[in-house]
């Protein structure tokens, strides 16, 4: 990874928020649903950024909690400075794509993100024969629960065509928009 300038500086540049306003409180890791399951906790994902030592950068960059975050926003609610962490985290799994630090361990999870986005970005809204299939093909796991969905089928809990949304020219412009505000 290029560190041609800290990525809590970009990251102020691009979204405006200053980590440094965090003082390690920690309300925001003690809300987490799922500050166990992450390497780093929210907390101490701020205060490597805060460190601006490129070092540190690549290990939040390569770390599974910034693909782990729900963006359920409780942090938000409990940070007495109201740091926007789940933006950061959004920026952060954007630059991890860009440096190409994605973990191995976080793999699936982006798969998911890609296969997710992939299949409201065609549809306009959530398709899920789409998004399985596009998780399977991006992870290699084609035969892995092949056998739920002949069941989920007959059941009526599958749809094989996806259903649309009205207007896909304005899908397709939110989509446009999104990746233009995020290239500035």
Known sequence: MENKECI?????QKTGIDVSYCY????????????????????YILRLLQTKNAQNDRHVL?????WICLNCEN????????INIPEVMDYLREKSRQEGCISKESRPVVAFHS??????????????????????ARTLRLTQDLNVAPVMFVKGKLNLLPERVKDENMIKKI???????AQK
Do not use: H, W
């Open 175 to 181: 989509f446009a928009q999104t990746i233009e505000k």
């Open 24 to 43: 390690q409180c920690g309300k925001c890791t003690a809300g987490c649903v799922l500050s166990e399951e992450m390497d780093y906790a929210p907390s």
């Open 8 to 12: 809590s500086c970009d990251l102020e």
């Open 62 to 66: 390569s770390s599974n909690a910034i």
């Open 115 to 136: 296969a997710f986005l992939e299949s409201v970005k065609r549809t306009g809204r959530l398709y899920e024969v789409g998004l399985v299939a596009g998780f399977k």
């Open 75 to 82: 942090c938000i609610a409990r940070c007495p400075k109201e």
